[in-house]
């Protein structure tokens, strides 16, 4: 009897034993179950596109890594403006020759600085045109080195909508369709961005764009290379409506520029007064000038979007950099009910974080560029001639 009872003790204590160890493994169970699933929902959320941005167009050797085309990882400009001011302007031989000393460096910093290594980004992006043929040159041959050795999805990127471009940096609300206003050192355009990656000329320039303007006439009012800036800190100075300069409106299309009429006009201001022996106030000089482009600039970016039904309006391109353009545009836009958007200063002029955003959307869009990429100085906004579609 008393042995039955103590194998019934015994066997309910292995019971016991084996039920507490059941229980232990289904809660461990449970806890991996729970484990792998909270690991699931990560893997299942998007791991960030990396997209390596190299810029060389003309006097700027840049190189960025942007995630999602929107955020910024690094940015890294090498400025050759000491060079070129000696010369009073860009010298395309001497600018190739300081792309190919410093893009290595640049692409180096870049990724170092993001924390990456070439092998962590998904598509190398570079500007093939427009600008430069020879300092592009070194932009695409150098990306296409890379992507050949790393093997590595290239991407061609149109610079001017690179530009348009930098207005999705660390601005996740805006989507297109919206009107942007291009001005920079080489281009005058108001854009219709219809999708990421597709656009409409509304509005160009028929002779120089607004940056060669301010750099003309800081040129003639003395004040050197690079023109804008310095025109822009003068002006804060001067009267913008002491001296009344022509507002050109160009044949009948109401959304183009021409500013050498104007530039002219300065020029002929500054020899009358010279002939006259009237002394010059290069700050009223400076402020009426660039008056009368953000006069016109505005007055045209408003129309289209207006005439486009579009709600929103963004600058881009060097001339955006410009404090009075900024708040002029940002305020007829207020008043007409639109949401405006401009990049930070950085991001205006010339760098390769623009080219990031820019190259994400086209990479994602299937857009490939191949070994046989070559530059195109006189590529247009809207025109694709360095990718293929390639369908998934
Ligand atoms: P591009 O792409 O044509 O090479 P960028 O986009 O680098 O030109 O812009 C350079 C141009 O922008 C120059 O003409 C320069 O004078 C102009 N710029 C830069 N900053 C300002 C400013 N604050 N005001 C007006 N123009 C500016
Ligand atoms: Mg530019």
């Not at 760098?351 to 959307?361: H, Q």
């Amino acid at each position: 009897m008393d042995r039955l009872k103590i194998n019934k003790e015994v066997t309910k204590g292995i019971f016991e034993k084996v039920r507490e160890e059941a229980e232990k493994m289904k809660a461990e169970a449970e806890q991996g179950r729970e484990a792998e699933k909270s690991s699931e929902e990560k893997s299942e959320e998007k791991p960030e596109t990396l997209i390596l941005g190299i810029e060389s167009s003309c006097d700027e050797t840049a190189a960025a890594v942007v995630a999602d085309g929107r955020h910024v990882l690094s940015n890294v400009i090498y400025s050759q403006v000491p060079v070129h001011t000696l010369y009073g302007g860009v010298v395309p031989e001497i600018a190739s020759r300081a792309h190919v000393e410093k893009i290595n460096q640049v692409i180096r910093k870049a990724l170092s600085d993001a924390g990456k290594t070439i092998d962590d980004v998904d598509a190398i992006a570079v500007t093939y045109g427009p600008g430069l043929v020879g300092p592009l040159l070194v932009g695409v041959n150098a990306a296409k080195s890379l992507a050949y050795a790393k093997k590595k999805p290239l991407v061609a990127v149109n610079h001017i909508e690179g530009h348009i471009s930098a207005n999705y940096i660390d601005n996740e609300e805006l989507k297109p369709p919206f009107i942007c206003l291009v001005a920079s050192g080489g281009h005058s355009h108001i854009v219709r961005v219809d999708d990421y990656g597709s656009y409409t000329i509304i509005g160009r320039t028929h002779d120089d764009a607004a940056g060669e303007a301010f750099d003309k006439v800081a040129r003639a009012i003395g004040l050197g290379y690079p023109g804008g800036p310095k025109v822009d800190a003068l002006a804060k100075e001067g009267n913008p409506r002491a001296i009344d300069f022509p507002r050109a409106a160009v044949g009948d299309s109401p959304y183009d520029f021409s500013f050498s009429g104007l530039k002219s006009a300065v020029l002929n201001y500054l020899n009358s007064c010279e002939m006259k022996g009237i002394e010059v106030n290069k700050a009223d000089v400076a402020a009426s000038f660039q008056q009368a482009v953000i006069d016109v600039l505005t007055e045209h970016t408003m129309r289209a979007a207006r005439e486009y039904r579009c709600d929103r309006v963004a600058l881009a391109g060097g001339v955006a950099a410009n404090s009075g353009l900024r708040n002029s545009v940002k305020k007829a836009a207020e008043e007409a009910g639109m949401n405006f958007y401009m990049p930070e200063l950085i991001y205006c002029t010339d760098n390769a974080a623009m080219i990031g955003a820019a190259g994400y959307y086209d990479f994602i869009a299937g857009k490939r560029a191949d070994m046989s990429l070559n530059a195109i100085p006189n590529l247009r906004v809207g025109e694709n001639k360095g990718n293929i579609i390639v369908t998934p």
